[in-house]
């Protein structure tokens, strides 16, 4: 294969079409399940690797219609989002929004101050992000809390890895849920100051299926 040349995120929904019109644009496909993603590989040397939204399952999926079945089972998961401005918990149930939490924290950046004064300002910091993750896990408790009874529901996680980690690990602690880290899922979102809206467009880009190209696609 050659280098890969960007990454492109396809709603489920629309992936046959996508699969489609590369066929249109370069030429016949063949299907590659070996790999430890599926692929179709065109004549023309153009190649899409798909990453499928949700935990790894099984092997790969061979064919479009299979890549389009496993690509829409992922419908039902958990969102974490947290950043220095705040923090946005959602359930997704049949990919849609079912439950949501969000607030808004201030947790100051570095300073340049030295001695004294940088100390006051670490302590200060470093309470601030205790105050945000603490918020943020009794959201991931009010909002998952029954859900995470499920152990099959997984975790997309984003913005500010440190205070997200930390969040779940408050969370996780003394429920029936157990270890929410172990929960995660490896693809984190990059994402603004969480807000509602900011939640809403990331129940879409959880799902997305990741559409790796070489540099001939």
Do not use: I
């Amino acid at each position: 294969m050659s280098e890969p040349g960007r990454t492109v995120p396809v709603a489920p929904e629309r992936l046959a079409g996508w699969v489609q019109r590369f066929g249109e644009r370069h030429g016949d496909v063949r299907w590659d399940s070996d790999g430890a993603y599926p692929a179709v590989q065109a004549a023309d040397g153009a190649r899409a690797e798909f990453q499928l939204p949700g935990p790894r399952t099984g092997r790969p999926a061979h064919g479009l219609d299979e890549l389009v079945e496993q690509a829409g089972s992922f419908a039902g998961f958990g969102l974490v989002l947290v950043r220095r401005g705040g923090f946005a918990v959602g359930l997704v149930r049949d990919a849609q929004l079912a439950g949501s939490r969000c607030g808004t924290r201030h947790v100051q950046g570095q300073t340049k101050a030295g001695g004294w004064s940088q100390q006051r300002f670490a302590r200060r910091r470093s309470n601030q992000a205790d105050e945000l993750a603490t918020a943020a896990a009794q959201a991931v408790r009010d909002v998952l809390g029954g859900a995470l009874r499920d152990p099959e529901l997984w975790l997309v996680c984003g913005g500010d890895r440190p205070l997200t980690t930390r969040c779940l690990e408050l969370a996780g602690t003394g429920s029936v849920a157990g270890d929410l880290l172990g929960r995660v899922l490896p693809h984190r979102l990059e994402v603004p100051d969480p807000r509602l809206r900011v939640l809403k467009e990331a129940v879409g880009r959880a799902r997305s299926v990741r559409v790796v190209l070489n540099d001939l696609a």
